[in-house]
């Protein structure tokens, strides 16, 4: 199975304050996962950050204390297990960009930029550019998701 799975066509319907989150797609989440980690699925928790998206503790109460289907927030454990797993992960990243979604860089478009900058940066600080390794894993995939998302078939 890809691990990227098919709940992602699911969280491409969020929405920031009735807005559709049409740019928080697959490759934005995937972009977003490889810069963090390498988008590892044998990422665990290092130095308080878990997960293929190096999710926060503060990060994930932010976003509402999102859990796999049969858990609960208040389980010792729940967020680490939540943000460990890809499609749960995805999860607390939506919730984040529903709560935040802004246009951090200035442009006039709320884009996959703009989330991968909320982030990195939070939300109430967004505005932060993205720099070194980070940036240069995001934006290699994200050229690279968009010449592959321009190709047909036929």
Not at 54 to 70: C, F, K, N, Q
Not at 82 to 101: F, H, L, P, R, S
Not at 120 to 125: A, F, I, L
Request: hydrophobic content about 30%; overall charge negative.
């Amino acid at each position: 199975m890809h691990p990227f799975g098919p709940s992602l066509l699911l969280l491409s319907f969020a929405t920031v304050n009735g807005a559709f989150l049409s740019n928080l797609n697959a490759t934005c989440f995937r972009c977003i996962c490889d810069a963090s980690t390498g988008c590892s699925t044998s990422t665990t928790c290092r130095q308080s950050y878990c997960g293929p998206f190096s999710i926060s503790r503060a990060y994930w109460m932010d976003a509402g204390r999102v859990v796999l289907p049969t858990d609960e927030p208040t389980r010792w454990g729940a967020f680490e297990d939540c943000a460990n797993d890809y499609d749960c992960a995805t999860g607390i990243v939506t919730q984040y960009m529903e709560k935040y979604g802004t246009d951090c860089n200035g442009d006039g478009l709320v884009d996959c930029v703009d989330y991968t900058m909320l982030h990195v940066n939070g939300g109430p600080r967004c505005q932060g550019a993205l720099g070194g390794t980070f940036a240069s894993r995001f934006y290699q995939c994200l050229r690279a998701g968009k010449r592959d998302s321009s190709r047909t078939f036929g």
